[in-house]
């Protein structure tokens, strides 16, 4: 066996061993470096141990000599050698070399092999040709291709090179490559750091290899070029840079720095596995939502995810580990590749409602509001029982959609024996439990209104408080704000009274059985035709004061179970000027009215509603179809509604000096704001807030109903779209010509389904008229819809 010793770094070597950088490292290497660190013990190295004595015998290839005495002998030699070579060091590292010697360029010259830059991620070798130009010189690169490059982009030029063929550059490169060990700049660093000195690649080449010849030089460049760790650049000057070593501490906070982001790698890797486990999985085998959310590792690259597919990155860290995400997996990082990955590992329902997500939609209630709703319902107590008013003796009709959980208001009527009609517009009492500033009171205001979604309701009090406290229940004696009102022959208001209230709800229909009653005229419903002709008395009213009618079509979707691919699709459109959709709207207005003339009576804040009428000439409209046709068109050039807080203001588009919202207080807070603020005239008690008051909290409750109003709006027109797409392609449709919008493409109203939507239509179509059309294209997640008509 043969002993090289190469400035303080030794490696054995035999006849028969392999290169020298895939033997490198034996008992000696261990030793020699256990001993250069012992000094440096704060640094926290872990040195392996040696090989066993059969693994260390057969690679050295001596089995007749026992590993101890093979290994006392080397180190006898190596501590000799060490002291001729730290002499050797000493003399050779202050012999007097200038920092501009070692920083000396090399004039490039055809056939030098050479490293430079492609661009900012691409460092290749070239062989240099000749000059190009004044400065430039033409080279061959590692891949054969010719190219003009400045002296800038050279980034080193390999030593003893003269005339380097191209055609070699790949092999010398593996050769490079295969030698690489960046283990071994932990020796020199050591050596170095120790003596306070810097390092060219071919000093660090002599150290480490024991030569500096072309292949050893360009080794110890990209192990200097390439490390994070160890050494910085000192001096650069062109090709040539000088190295330094880091301090001890520099070094230590690196190599931490270091095994952190390799074990954040691991874990980035190991969570992609998880990604594409639980997207090649079938269906009922797929991770539940839950266990994505188990450990913060994972939950932080979901949510990032999550975030991402809704555009709703809180931080550049967020949006960094999605883009990463989508790129290791071969995806666009766009918000829809997200998406779609989310549900493919169905952490996201295919149909999911993204808009809950971006606008962060409370879809329950914390413990708290929930506890203090439960205790609300233990206590029976009622602090307006003794000035209740009752009314159990009437007839009362509660009219509604057929999945309403929440029952707000009823009606009741009858005839005076003047012949007058004297109605009633009994409202929910919810502030026999809801008190202002509570703790009920606050979450509901954050809330601002209850959200109506095809797929699922989310309250603004708690289900339970609001279903069994709160609400009409029919057949139950129920607390009451009664509004009644005797009206003129011509429909206007004669009398009104507003009283705390016990009403006992008789029927609860929904519009289409309210409607069937009516048309049937049935004796012992004649409460109902009342009602019916009262509210026919209010429109006609209304009109005349200036009103205008925009009823229209009204699509209600409810879908049975959201949560599956497929799921199940309950369409109905309904017609505002259905004869029990009118009764409900014009006794709602009534009360409204009654409300705002009650306040202004009593110098009550109030939200009081207007809308400004532009002088609108509802004449011009006459050559419209009546209906959605007419109502579109006026509803274009409607002014905005506004609310003042202090006095009534005209509401010109229903036609009332004054309007208040006052019907739905378990659904929305300004009805509830409205109902604290009556209550407390009713007991006699000074309003709890004052019209600063009232405005400054409406401005909060309006922002969280319009965006209540959004959701509940694209959400309607998904899943129209979404029945759409799922009927037969040869399906036709009508649609009415609402306007048109350029040449011959008109906005449509598609009446069996009441979504609008924009086609081509042929020569001869006006406004007004109905055409047949038919679904090319449906695209609910990206609200596309693509119709045709069908020319006969």
């Known amino acids: 066996m043969a002993v090289r010793a190469v400035n303080s770094c030794s490696m054995f070597r035999s006849a028969a061993c392999p290169p020298l950088v895939s033997f490198k490292i034996q008992c000696c290497y261990y030793h020699f470096r256990s001993l250069q660190l012992r000094r440096k013990s704060n640094l926290g190295f872990r040195l392996p141990a040696c090989r066993s004595e059969r693994q260390f015998l057969n690679r050295s290839g001596s089995q007749s000599c026992s590993v101890h005495s093979l290994v006392d002998s080397v180190m006898q030699e190596l501590v000799a050698i060490r002291k001729r070579l730290r002499v050797f060091a000493k ?136 490390d994070e760790i160890y050494f910085s650049v000192q001096a650069t000057n062109g090709s040539r840079s000088i190295y330094a070593p880091r301090p001890t501490v520099q070094v230590e906070e690196l190599l931490r720095r270091k095994l952190a982001k390799e074990a954040a790698e691991k874990e980035f890797q190991e969570f992609l596995q998880l990604l594409k486990s639980a997207k090649a999985m079938p269906a009922q085998a797929k991770p539940l939502k839950s266990s994505w959310m188990a450990e913060e590792k994972l939950r932080h690259k979901i949510e990032s995810l999550e975030a991402y597919a809704i555009d709703a990155c809180k931080d550049n860290d967020q949006k960094k580990t999605a883009g990463m995400i989508l790129k290791e997996l071969g995806l666009a990082r766009t918000a829809s590749s997200a998406l779609n990955l989310l549900i493919d590992i169905e952490y996201f329902p295919v149909h999911v409602n993204l808009d809950i997500l971006k606008f962060n939609i409370r879809t329950d209630h914390s413990e708290d509001v929930t506890s203090a709703a439960e205790s609300l319902l233990a206590d029976s107590s009622d602090p307006d029982e003794l000035n209740r008013k009752d009314l159990t003796h009437l007839k009362v009709y509660a009219i509604d959609v057929d999945e309403a959980d929440e029952l707000d208001d009823a009606v009741s009527a009858m005839r005076l024996q003047d012949g007058r009609i004297k109605v009633y517009i009994h409202v929910a009492d919810p502030t026999k439990y809801i008190e202002p500033g509570s703790l009920l009171d606050k979450d509901a205001m954050k809330r601002g209104t209850s959200v109506f979604l095809p797929t699922a309701t989310y309250p603004m009090f708690p289900e339970k408080l609001a279903m069994e406290g709160m609400s009409l229940r029919q057949g139950e004696v129920c607390n009451a704000v009664t509004v009644s009102v005797v009206l003129h022959s011509d429909g206007s208001i004669a009398e009104y009274s507003v009283d705390n209230s016990i009403i006992k709800p008789t029927y609860m229909l929904t519009y289409e059985s309210a409607t069937e009653l009516l048309h049937l005229n049935l004796e012992e419903e004649a409460e109902l035709k009342i009602l019916s002709e009262a509210a026919a008395l209010r429109l006609q009213w209304r009109l005349q004061q200036g009103a205008i009618d925009t009823a229209t079509l009204e699509t209600r979707i409810k879908v049975a179970n959201p949560e599956d691919p497929e799921p199940i699709i309950n369409l109905y459109v309904e017609d505002q000027a259905d004869p029990a959709m009118r009764l409900v709207s014009e006794m709602m207005i009534l009360c409204g009215e009654a409300i705002a003339t009650y306040g202004s009576f009593n110098n009550l804040a109030l939200p009081y509603r207007g809308q400004p009428q532009s ?178």
């Open 91 to 226: 003399v050779k590292v202050s012999s007097g070399e200038l920092l501009e010697d070692k920083l000396e360029n090399q004039v490039l010259q055809k056939g030098l092999l050479l490293e430079f830059k492609k661009d900012s991620d691409r460092v290749l070798l070239a062989v240099a040709q000749r000059p190009d130009g004044k400065k430039n010189w033409m080279v061959y690169d590692q891949k054969g291709v010719s190219c003009s490059i400045k002296p800038q982009q050279v980034t080193f030029i390999v030593p003893g090179v003269e005339k380097f063929d191209h055609k070699d550059i790949s092999n010398f490169l593996q050769k490079a490559e295969d030698n690489l060990d960046p283990a071994l700049l932990e020796f020199a660093w050591v050596e170095l750091l120790e003596k306070n000195k810097s390092v060219t690649p071919e000093e660090l080449a002599e150290m480490i290899f024991g030569s500096a010849e072309p292949l050893e030089s360009y080794c110890a460049h990209l192990l200097l070029s390439k």
């Open 615 to 792: 002088n609108i000439d509802v004449s011009a409209f006459a050559h419209l179809p009546e209906g959605p046709v007419r109502s579109s068109a006026i509803v274009k050039i409607m002014r905005a509604a506004a609310i003042d807080f202090r006095k009534p203001v005209r509401h010109g588009v229903l036609g009332l000096p004054g309007y208040v919202q006052f019907t739905s207080p378990i659904r929305r807070y300004m009805d509830l704001l409205a109902h604290y603020q009556v209550k407390a005239c009713l007991r006699g008690e000074s309003p709890p807030f004052s019209a600063g008051q009232l405005e400054g909290m409406a401005s909060i409750v309006n922002m969280q109903t319009r965006i209540a109003r959004r959701l509940s709006n694209t959400s309607l027109r998904y899943w129209i779209i979404e029945f759409l797409r799922r009927q037969p392609k040869e399906r036709q449709y009508r649609a009415l010509v609402l306007r048109f919008i350029k040449d011959r493409t008109a906005a449509l109203l598609l009446v069996e389904v009441g979504l609008q939507a924009t086609a081509w239509v042929s020569v001869g179509a006006q406004i007004g008229d109905e055409v047949e059309v038919k679904v090319e294209e449906a695209h609910p997640r990206d609200d596309i819809i693509y119709l045709k008509e069908v020319v006969r």
